[in-house]
């Protein structure tokens, strides 16, 4: 296994438009997060799935976004009606029971025109 | 979430000299885990720190899980130009519903040969 993947890696869209990404966590990981990033910043949560569970929501997630873990496995975010102001690295990140650590993906880059 | 300050803000410093940096908080967090992220990357774990007092040493990294539980600190020992990037603190209070890190604002780290 070669870690957290995430597809597209890179995302350009116009703004009204909407956007779906993917997220494969490690293969052992019931726990699946979903984080944005914005120049300057640290991640910030957006919302947490244990196995297709969605456990906990974050303010910053709006009503254009959805996730959704419908096996357990892989997971989708999904951001409808895009602004300019979700222009944002989306980040995903997994952990097991066994262990509180977090671990990353290499994200998605999402540029909204 | 509960903001990390983390300092200082960015670091210049020569190949070969050692490197400090902390983050502080004013809730306690139950882990203490420490990333480095190269640019359009995701966040790569570090070194994590599950007990207060803990000292924990990955290579050339030294990181520890302050008393108080509201602080921590990395060191590099004789850096060389691969440690360039950001460096990231996070914790995790491990809520009753979930495990969203709140991480600090990073430290922005030059090594020059």
């Known amino acids: 296994d070669t870690g957290v993947s995430q597809d597209p890696r890179h995302k350009i869209t116009k703004r009204g438009q909407n956007v779906t990404f993917r997220c494969d966590p490690i293969?052992?990981?019931?726990?699946l997060y979903w984080y944005r990033q914005t120049l300057g910043q640290g991640p910030e949560f957006l919302t947490y799935?244990?196995?297709?569970?969605?456990?906990?929501k974050s303010r910053l997630l709006s009503d254009r976004f959805s996730a959704e873990r419908p096996k357990g496995s892989f997971s989708t975010l999904e951001i409808q009606r895009t602004e300019q102001g979700d222009s944002a690295m989306y980040l995903c990140?997994?952990?097991?029971?066994?262990?509180?650590?977090?671990?990353f993906g290499p994200g998605t880059r999402l540029l909204v025109l | 979430g509960q903001q990390l300050n983390q300092s200082p803000q960015s670091m210049f410093i020569q190949e070969g000299e050692d490197v400090s940096m902390n983050c502080t908080s004013s809730?306690?967090?139950?882990?203490w885990l420490w990333y480095k992220q190269d640019p359009g990357e995701g966040p790569v774990l570090l070194i994590a720190?599950?007990?207060?007092?803990e000292l924990t040493s990955n290579g050339r990294l030294t990181a520890q899980f302050g008393i108080t539980r509201k602080d921590s600190f990395l060191n590099i020992s004789a850096s060389i130009p691969s440690d360039v990037g950001i460096y990231f603190c996070?914790?995790?209070?491990?809520?009753?519903?979930?495990?969203?890190?709140?991480f600090g604002k990073g430290t922005s780290l030059l090594v020059t040969p």
């Open positions: 809730s306690i967090f139950n882990t």
């Open positions: 720190l599950y007990k207060a007092g």
């Open positions: 990140a997994s952990s097991s029971d066994r262990q509180e650590t977090q671990y």
């Open positions: 293969s052992e990981h019931n726990r």
């Open positions: 996070a914790g995790d209070q491990t809520s009753n519903s979930g495990y969203a890190l709140n």
């Open positions: 799935f244990q196995n297709e569970a969605q456990l906990e």
